[in-house]
């Protein structure tokens, strides 16, 4: 009996010691460097106590693909549509840990001012990934330019493509380009749709610079803190979690970025 007390002390005290060691490990997070590691830099001030290591995410690097291998512990640069895909591409299942901020999607140009005068045949820089740009196009047909087929009503749930287009009055040239070299090609096109985020890294302020901007309001593209399921109740996982939708983040994120960038919750 002496034995067996002994040996299941000894479990406990090798379980109580991986989750110390757990509790204590840095939380290594990917992220784009705007906003995203900004956001989590500042949450870094604001909670030392939590070992939060922050992985920028270099162009050509899939976070996904990261979090699956097991090189971070979770990811923060994506919205739902995206991971679903992402999903589907990888053949992983992911948990959503926390529902963070919106960064609408612009419509930019280094040519033209205003829509009315775009000229005819005009070409159109929008992101190649299936999730942004059937984004990209709701936000054309939502400015009048495009129309799609009557059966894209829902962004959040229908993929369209170039070839969806039943209506384009400019016969508008889309060229499909990586979202993170878009803001490069405002020169060479008349048009470009680009992300919130590589928007901000070119110097860019959406709610200013964008021609046309996605509306917040019931927006499916919020992004959000990713993890793997095994993780998903780690009190790492939780602590940031809890952080990133504070009212204290969410006024760093309403005055660091006036209006680019838009906390999802508290909305006051």
């Known amino acids: 009996m002496k034995h067996a007390a002994f040996a299941l002390a000894g479990v406990a ?15 290594r997070v990917a992220a784009d460097p705007v906003p995203h590691a900004e956001i989590l830099n500042y949450i870094k001030k604001i909670d030392p106590k939590l070992d939060l290591q922050v992985v920028e995410l270099t162009s050509g690097a899939n976070a996904n693909e990261l979090l699956a291998n097991g090189d971070v512990d ?13 999903e589907k591409a990888l053949g992983k299942t992911f948990a959503v840990a926390a ?11 280094h040519k033209y001012k205003d829509f009315k005068s775009l000229p005819n045949n005009a070409t159109v820089a929008v992101p190649n990934n299936a999730t942004n740009l059937s984004r990209a196009l709701f936000l054309l047909q939502a400015q009048g330019l495009i129309k799609l087929n009557s059966k894209f009503t829902d962004p959040a749930t229908t993929l369209a493509t170039p ?8 016969h508008l040239k889309i060229l499909e380009i990586e979202s993170p070299q878009i803001p490069r090609s405002l020169d060479d096109v008349d048009l470009a749709v680009i992300n919130g985020n590589y928007a901000l890294e070119a110097g860019l302020t959406p709610a200013k610079d964008a021609l046309g ?24 996982i939780k602590e ?14 309403r005055k660091q970025y006036n209006g680019s960038v838009i906390p999802v919750a508290p909305q006051s």
């Open 13 to 27: 005290l090798s379980l109580s010691l991986a989750w110390s060691s757990a509790q204590a490990a840095a939380l």
């Open 74 to 86: 979770a990811n923060y640069f994506q919205h739902v549509p995206y991971l679903k895909d992402q």
């Open 99 to 109: 529902t963070v901020h919106i960064e609408p999607l612009g419509i930019y140009s």
């Open 163 to 170: 070839k969806d287009i039943a209506d384009n009055p400019k």
């Open 213 to 236: 901007l996605e509306s917040a309001s019931h927006n499916p593209y919020a992004n959000i803190l990713v993890t793997n399921p095994q993780l998903a109740n780690d009190p790492r």
């Open 240 to 253: 940031l979690a809890k952080d990133l939708t504070s009212p204290q983040v969410a006024e760093f994120i």
